[in-house]
């Protein structure tokens, strides 16, 4: 048995910078972490596959050169191996210089290996026991393959395999119309697969407004992507070198097919029921507003808590822990606005709730929607898919949310959440001067627009 202040499950965006908080000063800890530093934004999220979509997005502006007045020689090809080298490269400086870091911390072990609970404040790996006061878990969730006939008898791929393939799909069939999915519909579509995209529901990125959602829908069919909603699957065969997914109402033939229809915790193997720490129903760990599980002591961080899924809600979640922990503060996962973007081209800013929350919850709302048509910047870049919309509530004035779908709309919505976060209302924002000529500078414009909805 081996003694710490403080164990680490899991090596996500949480725990491990939390852990090195409190080697710094002066407390032993351990990071546990079963296959690779950084999680899923290094190794399968955020990082690689953002890689692959800035390749898909060069191809895309080869392709259009001309209407810019740039002539190249021959059309442009994709090297799909240099593509996945290029994305792998990312990968690995990341997870090295985290290596590098934990390795200069002289209180801090990292170990490789599977972490189990066999007691509430005790986990063993590899036959050895750790226990320590206070235990972190951040394993964060892999990709959830639902329960469909004939699925698991073909060689499907996941939105993790998918990243180190080093060939182009004849046809890539995407199981699935939400964020992950859409990305890597649109990013292979570019590569210069066909492309299919699967959706049971009616609306592509169904949290949404239907005006989003249409709008999605637009850039993606722009893009020669078919896109099937409505249909819900019922098999999966392979005829000769094909791949025949069957649904209610017909079927798709493809080469490939992409498994994206949502993700789950990796918490079923840690041995939690010997801890006394409950989940839920899809196997998130419950946790208290300060993000401590029902047994104290013990903390779930990042994926796994069902609170977030995306890498900027983990190291949240870290920035909580260590100023409740450590800093002698008290904040509270409530507090948080949420923002996230959906990584198409042009991509989707998105923050605090849309106008059919924001109506669910009671408030009489006010929006302005403006197509980015109407955007000095999108015109310049040539770039005019999409809109923006504001939502905010007509009785206090307060911002309420913003999707910005458009030419760097993931970087404009920052005005808008950081208002938020200022209980700002649009009065007050109304009256900012914004930089010319930038996405941004509607804001006001849009604010000026706002009308109540019925």
Known sequence: MREYDAIFIGAGQAGPFLAARMAAAGRRVVLIERKF??????????????????????????????????????????????????????????????????????????????????????????????????????????????????????????????????????????????????????????????????????????????????????????????????????????????????????EVRGSHVLVAVGRQPNTDDLGLEFAGVRTDERGFIPVDDRLQTNVEGIWALGDCNGRGAFTHTSYNDFEIAAANLLDGDDRKVSDRILGYGLYIDPPLGRVGMTERQAREAGHRVKTSTRPMSRVGRAVEKGETQGLMKLVADADTDRVLGAAFLGVGGDEAVYGVLDAMNLDATTERLRWAVPIHPTVGELVPTLIGDMKPVD
Not at 55 to 75: F, H, I, N, P, Q
Not at 228 to 250: C, F, L, N, P, Y
């Open 37 to 250: 530093l950084g999680g899923t934004c290094v190794n399968a999220g955020c990082m690689p596959t953002k890689a692959l979509v800035a390749s898909a997005k060069t191809a895309e502006v080869a392709r259009r050169a001309s209407e810019y007045g740039v002539r190249l020689d021959g059309k442009p090809t994709v090297d799909m191996v240099a593509v996945a080298a290029r994305a792998r490269k990312v990968t690995l400086d990341a997870r090295n210089g985290l290596a590098s870091w934990f390795d200069s911390l002289e209180t801090m072990d990292v170990l490789y290996g599977h972490a189990k609970f066999v007691a509430t404040k005790t986990v063993a790996v590899d036959g050895m026991r750790y226990t320590a006061p206070q235990i972190f878990i951040n394993v964060g969730a892999r990709p959830h393959i639902p329960d469909v006939p004939g699925l698991a008898e073909i060689p499907y791929l996941t939105s993790t395999s998918i990243i180190a393939l080093e060939e182009l799909p004849r046809h890539l069939v995407v199981l699935g119309g939400s964020y992950i999915g859409l990305e890597f519909a649109q990013m292979y579509r570019r590569f210069g697969a066909d492309v299919t995209v699967i959706e049971r529901g009616q609306h592509l990125a169904s949290r949404e407004d239907t005006d989003i959602s249409d709008a999605i829908a637009d850039i993606l069919t722009g893009d020669g992507i078919q896109i099937r909603r409505g249909h819900k699957m019922t098999s999966v065969t392979r005829a000769g070198d094909e791949i025949v997914v069957q649904t209610d109402r017909g």
